[in-house]
Structure formats: C-alpha cells, structure tokens
C-alpha cells in the first residue's frame, strides 16, 4: 500500500517564506515523478513542480525563482522552498506521487495542505 503524507504549510505574510514536505511509504513499487500540485480558491488544480525520475526539475513559470523543488530519491520523499511568496500563491498544495506497480501506473495524492499568503 502507497501512503503519500504532506507537512508544512500555514499562514504568511506577503514576501515571506514556507516549506513543504511530503513523503511516499510503502515498498514494492518505483516512484517516477514526484512533486507539487496547487488548486487556489475557485480554480482547478494545477502543477506547481515535479522532479522526474531521472532528477530533472519541472516548474510552472508563475514560481520559477522563487520556489525550488528537491527530491531524494532513496527516501521518496519531495520538499518545496517557497519564498517571495504572492496572495496568488494562496492555495491548498498537494504532493503527488507516480507510482509504477511491475507495468502498471498509478496517482497518488496527499491529504493537501493549506497555504494562505496575506496581503
């Protein structure tokens, strides 16, 4: 069985910084693309960052240089810095995890975890 915990989160003010970490338990399975997924308020969720498989780091523009993605591997776990953060980064955040089982894919996705930016 696939767990997928996120942690971190909460309330900041505009400019400042939060982490967040996630981390996948369960053994018999590959982890391909880990990262982070958003749905603000009244939208549908979207992709913050990923990192593949293979270590490359994916981010959508609206965080580039100011959020940065790491994974480690071994662990299966995935952590976001976020910094310089905006009202529009006011979300719930959730970690997702692609999981292969022999030739088969899943998605797993954490409980998510409030994110709420003032102006």
């Known amino acids: 069985q696939v767990q997928v915990v996120e942690s971190g989160g909460g309330l900041v003010q505009a400019g400042g910084s939060l982490n967040l970490s996630c981390a996948v338990s369960?053994?018999?399975?590959?982890?391909?693309?880990l990262g982070w997924y958003r749905r603000p308020p009244g939208r549908q969720r979207e992709m913050v960052a990923v990192v593949t498989e293979r270590g490359a780091p994916h981010y959508d523009w609206s965080v580039k240089g100011r959020f940065t993605v790491s994974r480690e591997h071994t662990r299966n776990t995935v952590s976001l810095q976020m910094s310089s953060l905006k009202p529009e980064d006011t979300a719930v955040y959730y970690c997702?995890?692609?999981?292969?089982?022999?030739?088969?894919?899943?998605?797993?996705w954490g409980q998510g975890t409030q994110v709420t930016v003032s102006s």
């Open positions: 997702n995890a692609v999981v292969h089982w022999g030739k088969d894919e899943y998605d797993y």
């Open positions: 369960g053994s018999g399975f590959t982890v391909t693309n």
